[in-house]
């Protein structure tokens, strides 16, 4: 492969990637739309959608038992599912599927439901050809930084397995442990692949900060260019290399002053722990909501919340405990002056500010079905946002050095 060729095969995995993780985001923003219309048993089967691969507009289209024939087909599904646990040793499990009442509810047929579980569906496949390619496109990586390409696979795996568990959400009629394990497998897909597209980005800036150190090496140090052969004394050269290495010893004090400490990437953990805690909590709540409202036969919004009981007190506090950690960490990462970690910072704090919002609004408006999306989307970012700042921490712990700007070089060897 000539170096052109290979140049763009390791762009087209970035940008591809890029891509990929706004598209895994969307794909949750539809997940969350799903579940605020109510339209998760939209379709009762899967892979296909009552049966079809493009699903029915009328309940005409349909036949007149659908609703026994699909209830049927789900339960058995479910006791297979069912014995397969059982004979793993996962007999809990299994007892709790068999017994779960959601699974033998019949659903009617509502075309505008059908349809946006169908775009779903639709959405999750285009994201499992995406993450295909991406691994096609992480191929050139082989050579470069082998990890890159294993992370790639496993995102793909695990959208298969998420895929899996999508069917069973649906099997199970929106079984509430499905739905929390499907979520927190979510979270996994996005920092694998945020993981993968940071490490294949990193490389090239690394490349791109060694010519940009080189350069201002050669700018602030001209005598640094003069080479033995133009020079014609050997002085001239051993000068220019005295001139060199202080130039990069100066650099390297620089850098080490930035170094963020070890405790800051530990209170970015803690803080990213946190968030996977609140978002695990958020959907116990929203499982609440589920029951509540199945309860009172889904009237009466405005009381839904009052009964939301103990896990709604503690996620509602627990988002003080998040913003307060954040606010701690966004001092900390804000007082080392780098520009990345300004915008990162920012972001996690525009996001959290925007979330608690969100989280208000829903508790002290009966659950606007506008906002259950945002909030759950809000939550993904989130996690999202500190993990790519943690990742940029962590590697400038590694190697202080590309948190140097050319600029700040320049002005400390002068
Ligand atoms: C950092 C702060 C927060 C995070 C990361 C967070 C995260 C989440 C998540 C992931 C869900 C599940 C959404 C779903 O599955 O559709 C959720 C649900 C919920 N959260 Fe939060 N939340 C936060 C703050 C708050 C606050 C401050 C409140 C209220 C004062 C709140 C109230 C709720 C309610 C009522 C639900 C159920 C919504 C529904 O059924 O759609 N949250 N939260």
Known sequence: MNSNSETLGLRRFRSFGILTVVAVYLLILVGGVVRSTGSGMGCPDWPKCFGQWVPPTEASQLPAN??????????????????TLQRLGFAQVAGSIFAHPTQYIETDFNPVKTWIEYVNRLLGALIGVF?????????????????????????????????????????????????????????VIVALFLYAVDRAQWGRSQAGTTDAAATTANLVTPVALVSPDTSGTSMAFDASATSANHTTSAVNVLAEDTK?????????WAALLLTFVQIMLGTQVRER???????????????????????????????????????????????????????????????????????????????PAAVQPVHLTLATMLFGVQFLTLLAVARARKSPEMMVSPEAARRVVA
Do not use: C
């Open 66 to 83: 659908y609703k026994e024939v699909y209830t049927a087909q789900r339960v058995a599904k479910n006791q297979k599912l069912a014995r």
């Open 131 to 187: 993450v295909l390619l991406a691994v096609v496109f992480a191929l050139p990586y082989w050579r470069r930084d082998r990890a890159i390409f294993w992370l790639a696979l496993a995102s793909f795996l695990l959208t298969g397995v998420q895929g899996y568990l999508g069917s069973l959400v649906v099997s199970t009629n929106l079984l509430p442990v499905m739905v929390t394990v499907h979520m927190a497998l979510a979270l």
């Open 260 to 268: 963020p400490a070890a405790s800051v990437l530990g209170w970015l």
């Open 289 to 367: 909501v589920d029951i509540v409202s199945a309860a009172a036969d889904y009237v009466g919004r405005e009381n839904w919340v009052s009964q939301l009981g103990s896990v709604f007190s503690v996620h509602r506090t627990l988002s003080a405990a998040v913003l307060l950690l954040n606010l701690y960490v966004g001092f900390e990462l804000w007082s080392l002056g780098k520009a990345r970690l300004h915008r990162l910072t920012q972001a996690t704090m525009v996001i959290i500010g925007l979330e608690i919002v969100a989280g208000i609004v829903l508790a002290s408006f009966a659950l």
